[in-house]
């Protein structure tokens, strides 16, 4: 994905690793059912991040978390929040360590 401040740095790809969580008050209807309709299908979440991700290039981490929030948003079961993690894994600055995370947590359109 093309991520960075610099129009130099967008240029080339970068590598991110996304986290998500889905958190509700209950536990989700699949426990009990067995039934992936019952719940936040991986295939459909990795799908729309990556749709967003490869769709542009974005200048900071922070409105990409929010993008790829706001996409997954309304994927998720009713009455739960959603919180994502977005790492840029090696960005472009001396003796910077581990990447760089931003996280972002807020109650699902569902």
């Not at 309709?37 to 991040?49: G, K, N, P, Q």
């Amino acid at each position: 994905m093309h991520l960075g401040c610099e129009p130099e740095e967008r240029a080339t790809r970068q590598l991110i690793e996304v986290s998500v969580r889905v958190r509700g008050s209950s536990a989700p209807a699949a426990c009990a059912s067995d039934r992936l309709s019952d719940t936040l299908a991986l295939d459909a979440v990795a799908e729309r991040l990556r749709g967003i991700a490869e769709a542009g290039s974005f200048a900071l981490i922070e409105h990409l978390a929010q993008r790829l929030h706001d996409g997954l948003r309304e994927l998720c079961p009713r009455g739960t929040a959603l919180e994502l993690q977005v790492t840029k894994l090696a960005p472009p600055i001396p003796r910077l360590r581990g990447g760089m995370t931003f996280r972002i947590r807020q109650p699902c359109a569902g």
